[in-house]
């Protein structure tokens, strides 16, 4: 099976910087993804990362170390419209998608 | 390109009562994915199809949960009878394949009195 865990709430201020962490045990894999979910919309497709290091797109970057099982999301210049919640999802053995509970970053001006 | 739809958007029931979600996927999406999201946390996968197949439905509670995808396209989630803990998001996703990025709908917000 899997475990996947992330920080349930982080704040941060506009125009910082903020990391969001997520750690998981798994016994294939396949992938890691990160999702974004405004409050009462559906989750939208940030970044995913297979093999080991940093991608970026844009402001927002992802990093993955297979070895420790670890994965972060960097979220650059924050603005108030990323304040969602980000979801850290495991792809494993079977193709199966299985998510993290989610992390809540409120940004404040 | 229009996304996945679904319908409706929220559904107030009482409890024992029946209740049905469909979902139009991406046109050509063959993999189609129904998921429940409690709130606060992340979407838990209930019944995966390739095409017209239900390929992954060891997370579905048979007993009241049922799923069709009959022509391979727009798909249907019942449930009969609702129960209380069954209030949650029920969300549709789509693929091109198994081994592409979800796409997801906005899901259907049931409310069970």
């Known amino acids: 099976g899997q475990n996947i865990d992330q920080p349930t709430e982080m704040t941060a201020t506009e125009g910082a910087i903020v990391q969001i962490n997520c750690t998981y045990q798994?016994?294939?894999?396949?992938?890691l993804f990160w999702y974004q979910q405004h409050a009462g919309e559906a989750p939208t497709f940030l970044s995913y990362?297979?093999?080991?290091g940093l991608e970026e797109k844009g402001r927002f970057s992802s990093f993955l170390s297979r070895s420790k099982g670890y994965s972060y999301l960097l979220l650059k210049e924050l603005q108030m419209k990323d304040s969602a919640s980000y979801l850290c999802?495991?792809?494993?053995?079977?193709?199966?998608?299985?998510f993290g509970g989610g992390t809540r970053v409120l940004v404040k001006p | 390109e229009a996304g996945v739809v679904q319908s409706p958007r929220y559904k107030i029931i009482e409890k024992k009562q029946p209740v049905a979600f469909w979902c139009n996927p991406i046109?050509?999406?063959?993999?189609l994915y129904w998921y429940l999201q409690n709130l606060g946390q992340g979407p838990e996968l209930l019944i995966r199809?390739?095409?017209?197949?239900?390929?992954?439905d060891s997370q579905l509670p048979k007993d009241r949960f049922s799923a069709e995808r009959l022509k391979g396209v727009d798909s249907t989630l019942k449930i009969q009878p609702a129960e209380l803990g069954d209030s949650a998001v029920y969300l549709c996703?789509?693929?091109?394949?198994?081994?592409?990025?979800?796409?997801f709908g906005p899901g259907t917000r049931l409310t069970v009195l």
């Open positions: 996703a789509s693929s091109l394949d198994r081994l592409n990025e979800q796409f």
């Open positions: 798994t016994s294939g894999f396949n992938g």
């Open positions: 990362n297979v093999l080991d």
């Open positions: 999802a495991l792809k494993a053995a079977g193709n199966k998608l299985t």
């Open positions: 046109s050509g999406h063959n993999t």
């Open positions: 199809y390739e095409n017209e197949e239900a390929v992954d």
